[in-house]
């Protein structure tokens, strides 16, 4: 079973044709890999998919926009996965 | 369906909150300045105006499901396909189904059927975003005028 990363990184590249191997762990998917918000949008709907769950991008978003959150804390791909994976665990909780 | 101000459902023909479905009637006009250029003397309905047809249903179904509290813009297209002509008086039957409601955006699969036959379907993806200024009193008017039941409004 592919891990989130591994995932992740090909519906990035998938999504956004970008070449797989420019896509790592700590890519900024916005600052690195030039992902624009409605692209986003798309990787979003196809992790939502591929994990069955729901990204709070709206929640996110806002958290950024405040100055609660740093981008990196849910752009960077490696703390993207974290996010995920405490999604997909707290759905099967 | 008044195709110069982009009023592409003449009726809501139904609304399932649980089945996430919206089935909605039309009719093409049988003159339009649109007609003298699509295509002389040959009027079809442009693609683009039926993708329009498909998106205005999906975005009443998504109106209704969300009780209005967010507008959808259609932010993607995906798979578009246009199976046969649609010309002046043609009826339309458009059905909207929800995919997938995500945070801040929703994806809905359409198509329009006429004489039982496809016309078109395509998958649209709508970015959520709260009402401008007083949008939100202009879109349940309309809503309310194409008969998209009450309680859903």
Known sequence: MAS?????ANIISETC???REQITPESHA?????VDSLAFLDIAFAIDKAFGIKLPLEQWTQEVNEGKVPAEEYFVLKNLCARIDQL???KAA | MRLEYFQMIDRVASFDAAAQVLSATSTVPDDSPVFE???PGHPLMPGVLLTETMA???GYLVLGLLKFSHMPFLAGVEKAKFRTFVGPGAGLAIEAQLVHHGSGYAVTKAKIRSDGKAVCD???MFRLMPFPNDMATVMRAQAQAIGLVPEAA
């Open chain 1, 4 to 8: 989130t990363f591994e995932t992740v």
């Open chain 1, 17 to 19: 044709d970008i070449p």
């Open chain 1, 30 to 34: 916005i600052e690195d890999l030039g």
């Open chain 1, 88 to 90: 997909v665990a707290a």
């Open chain 2, 37 to 39: 250029g699509h295509f």
């Open chain 2, 56 to 58: 205005q249903a999906s």
């Open chain 2, 122 to 124: 395509a998958e649209l």
